[in-house]
């Protein structure tokens, strides 16, 4: 019986210390794996100049849209975009952040254009020096809403998009940050100055009346030598409400054509003032929300072109409230909102109003659908009516 006893002793220590080696090579092979990987990543980061201090993130949104049942335009799909967002940060005081919109056009081609491309210099706690091309920090909607999937509606409100009356982008510096007043009370501000916007006077039809166009996109160009001067203050009484007042002035030259590059020959600039006031109120699921620009192009008596058709003080003016709720406990949202937009082109002057049902998968996937009507000021000119589907996504 002893004989038998020892044997298996024997047998359950061997099988122990075969587990065990097992377990070693196991445990060896793990930590080797590891080891590899950590220097593959390390290549990685040499290769793409990275080193402790830098961070590179990635964001954006995308968006597809339908429209359907407009005497303008026929059925379909009229936008496949896609817009990534990269911050690449040096440092607690380095920032560049850029923003790409590409998309396929009428034509089936792929656009791409830069919508903004700054570098930015963390000065403190409060304030943060831009340079580049910015959004215009007048108003809320350009540099907060006109992203897809923030934007309540499936388009921006009417004068607030290409071509409209409120400003697009900027190419210059601005100081801009937020401080705190007193308790929950705060503040923010952006001040700017940039190359401006140029009025555009043009005649494709010798018979007919020549268009004026003030162009805001910015412009790596400055044929006038001018610089206009403006920003933006921020008042946040409660966390749930924000007022905010902008305004900017300067002067700016008067291009023949389409192009900003090149000004007409002896046309004198001009004066250009913007004013703006927004706000924006967060009850529970309840978002209101309301915006007025005003940009304004002085007259000028010796103005010749195209007969003096621009000599005149030119107002181009566009407001929208809207409204927004989230029934609770729920994915679904309705959105009604009003607006109006005022220009020297009495072609397209109008009034504006959009119902729209929401469901949003997520904070950051949203399904839009609205009805849409254009009253235009002009009687000879028909209303408009249509429906706008938009899918989009914010990552």
Same mark, same amino acid.
């Given at each position: 019986?002893?004989?038998?006893? &020892? ?5 359950? +220590?061997?099988?122990? $210390?075969?587990? *065990? ?23 990685? @980061? ?29 059925? #379909? ?12 940060? &040096? ?20 656009? /791409?254009?830069?919508?903004? *491309? ?28 006109? =992203? +897809?999937? /923030? ?38 501000? $952006? ?5 401006? =916007? ?11 009346? +020549? ?13 006038? #030598? ?6 933006? @203050? %921020? ?14 002035? #300067? ?24 004013? #703006? ?19 304004? @192009? %002085? ?6 072109? &195209? ?13 929208? *409230? ?33 119902? %729209?049902?929401?469901?949003? &998968? +997520?904070?950051? @996937? ?25 899918? *989009?996504?914010?990552?």
């Amino acid at each position: 019986m002893k004989k038998l006893h &020892f044997i298996k002793l024997s047998l359950a +220590a061997s099988v122990f $210390a075969s587990g *065990a080696a097992i377990a070693n090579e196991d445990t060896e092979s793990k930590i080797a794996n590891l080891e590899s990987q950590m220097a593959a990543l390390r290549e990685d @980061v040499k290769s793409n100049n990275l080193d402790t201090l830098s961070k590179l993130h990635m964001s954006g949104y995308s968006n597809i849209d339908f429209v359907g049942g407009s005497d303008r335009q026929e059925d #379909g799909f009229t936008a496949a975009r896609f817009a990534p967002i990269f911050h690449f940060q &040096f440092s607690d005081r380095v920032l560049f952040e850029g923003e790409l919109e590409i998309e396929t056009n009428a034509d089936g081609e792929t656009e /791409i254009a830069a919508e903004y *491309a700054t570098i930015d210099l963390i000065l403190n706690d409060y304030m943060a020096l831009v340079a580049g091309k910015f959004l215009s920090p007048i108003g809320q909607f350009r540099q907060n809403v006109h =992203p +897809a999937w /923030i934007n309540k509606l499936p388009t921006a409100p009417v004068g607030f998009g290409h071509g409209g009356a409120a400003p697009l982008a900027d190419l210059g510096v601005q100081l801009r940050g937020g401080f705190p007043l007193s308790g929950s009370m705060r503040a923010n501000y $952006a001040l700017f100055t940039s190359n401006g =916007p140029t009025l555009l006077v043009d005649q494709d039809d010798p018979n007919e009346e +020549a268009e004026v166009e003030l162009e805001t996109e910015a412009a790596a160009s400055n044929a006038d #030598g001018n610089f206009v001067y403006g920003g933006r @203050v %921020g008042f946040l009484p409660v966390p749930a409400l924000e007022l905010g007042l902008s305004g900017a002035f #300067g002067k700016i030259g008067v291009g023949q054509g389409h192009e900003v590059s090149e000004l007409a020959v002896g046309e004198p600039d001009r004066d250009y003032t913007v004013l #703006g006031a927004d706000a924006v109120y967060n009850i529970a699921t309840l978002q209101l929300r309301g915006e007025f620009i005003q940009q304004t @192009v %002085g007259s000028e008596a010796n103005s010749t072109i &195209f007969d003096g058709v621009a000599a005149e003080e030119l107002e181009y003016t566009a407001w929208y *409230a809207q409204a927004a709720y989230r029934v609770p406990d729920t994915k679904w949202e309705g959105v009604v909102r009003l607006g109006d937009l005022d220009t020297p082109d009495a072609d397209t002057n109008r009034s504006q109003w959009s119902a %729209g049902v929401n469901y949003l &998968f +997520a904070n950051n @996937v949203i399904i839009k659908a609205a009805y849409t009507v254009d009253d235009y000021d002009d009687n000879a000119i028909d209303d408009d009516e249509r429906f706008n589907v938009q899918l *989009a996504y914010g990552f």
